[in-house]
């Protein structure tokens, strides 16, 4: 079992719309990260969250850290199509940053 | 650029061959993770250093091995090779603890035949 749960695994969506995914644990984390990852080149860190019920914003991203720290979100406003990419989510458990498994988004023109 | 700095950047070797995997962290990151990517999968925690000594393994196999040296940078060797150890290896270097924000090289493709 993954100690982080993305959902949806997999999403495909017309430019222009919305969308949330999702970064679940049973565990608290003292932060989570967000990462996007492009075919063929490492993970690159979009932002961290750290304090319970943080939001933070990056453009047309927004991320949000559950108040209980256990889990967190990644909105997308007006998907584009260079949104497209494995979005990844990660935290700290006895010295091991650890992944889920990534939510992959298709932005199609 | 991240800054990391993995080399080579594709392998291609036989099965039951041995290779080595370098990475060169950032200036002055202390932590080095290592990481197996296969096909369309997350990615999975091998090990971790930090300034030199091993802080924590994941799900490494016995044919894998680490080490980070005096100068920082790290080496994965990987013996036996099967062909299901196909895959893309990357590294990824932090600052220092508690801050684990991390920077991660452009990969090893390591394809087995």
């Known amino acids: 079992t993954q100690l982080l749960e993305q959902s949806p695994q997999f999403l495909s969506i017309q430019e222009g719309e919305n969308l949330t995914v999702y970064c679940n644990s049973s565990?608290?984390?003292?932060?989570l990260q967000w990462y996007r990852q492009e075919p063929g080149e490492g993970p690159v860190l979009l932002v961290t969250?750290?304090?319970?019920?943080e939001v933070k914003k990056l453009k047309r991203l927004t991320f949000q850290f559950g108040d209980a720290r256990k889990d967190s979100s990644l909105h997308i406003t007006a998907a584009q199509p260079g949104d497209t990419g494995l979005y990844l989510c990660a935290g700290v458990r006895a010295q091991k940053l650890v992944f889920g498994q990534g939510t992959r988004l298709t932005i199609n023109p | 650029d991240s800054g990391v700095t993995q080399t080579p950047k594709h392998l291609i070797t036989a099965t039951g061959q041995r290779v080595t995997l370098r990475c060169s962290p950032r200036s002055g990151d202390l932590s080095v993770y290592w990481y197996q990517q296969s096909l369309d999968q997350g990615l999975q925690f091998l090990i971790h250093y930090y300034n030199g000594e091993e802080r924590a393994k994941g799900n490494i196999l016995e044919r894998f091995s680490a080490q980070q040296f005096p100068d920082l940078h790290s080496e994965l060797n990987l013996s036996s090779l099967e062909l299901g150890d196909s895959a893309l290896y990357f590294c990824?270097?932090?600052?220092?603890?508690?801050?684990?924000?991390?920077?991660f090289g452009q990969g090893t493709r390591l394809t087995v035949v």
């Open positions: 565990s608290v984390f003292s932060s």
């Open positions: 990824a270097s932090s600052p220092d603890r508690p801050n684990t924000e991390a920077f």
């Open positions: 969250v750290v304090t319970g019920g």
